[in-house]
């Protein structure tokens, strides 16, 4: 397991939306490309990159009541990012996600996004080297 890094379980290519969109269009784009998430680039070039989650979303603008065409993306995305570089080890992607309580970390090179590693993917890649292992162990 430790071999296996976020460059393996990526997911390419990513979605983007504009701070200054509302958070209405933000879940349109999500809902079209089938994803849970968006990343928000910067609005000025030496600025941070965030992220907009279907949970952003649910916890800072559904449940208090508030309406999607009225909230900007800015108000609901977390920033800056939590992410990794390429050559994270699954194990530490994990540990990540727990110790910060998230479900996704941007992968990084560059201080550029350029792939997604989600909890699904982290688990599944566990899932399928736990169970290739048990496999060859039986032969």
């Given at each position: 397991?430790?071999?296996?890094?976020?460059?393996?379980?990526?997911?390419?290519?990513?979605?983007?939306?504009q701070?200054?969109?509302?958070?209405?269009l933000?879940?349109?784009?999500?809902?079209?490309?089938?994803?849970?998430?968006?990343?928000?680039?910067?609005?000025?070039?030496?600025?941070?990159?965030?992220?907009?989650?279907?949970?952003?979303?649910?916890?800072?603008?559904?449940?208090?009541?508030?309406?999607?065409?009225?909230?900007?993306?800015?108000?609901?995305?977390?920033?800056?990012?939590?992410?990794?570089?390429?050559?994270?080890?699954?194990?530490?992607?994990?540990?990540?996600?727990?110790?910060?309580?998230?479900?996704?970390?941007?992968?990084?090179?560059?201080?550029?996004?350029?792939?997604?590693?989600?909890?699904?993917?982290?688990?599944d890649?566990?899932?399928?080297?736990?169970?290739?292992?048990?496999?060859?162990a039986?032969?």
């Open positions: 397991m430790s071999l296996l890094t976020a460059r393996h379980v990526m997911r390419q290519p990513l979605h983007t939306i701070a200054a969109d509302s958070v209405a933000a879940v349109r784009k999500m809902q079209i490309n089938r994803i849970s998430s968006l990343i928000v680039p910067p609005r000025y070039a030496d600025g941070a990159y965030g992220i907009i989650t279907k949970h952003d979303v649910l916890g800072k603008v559904v449940a208090p009541g508030r309406d999607p065409l009225r909230v900007l993306v800015r108000e609901a995305m977390s920033s800056p990012l939590i992410s990794v570089d390429p050559d994270c080890a699954l194990r530490r992607c994990a540990s990540l996600m727990m110790l910060h309580r998230i479900r996704r970390l941007p992968v990084m090179v560059d201080g550029h996004p350029i792939g997604m590693v989600s909890d699904s993917d982290v688990f890649a566990l899932l399928n080297f736990h169970t290739e292992a048990a496999l060859s039986s032969l």
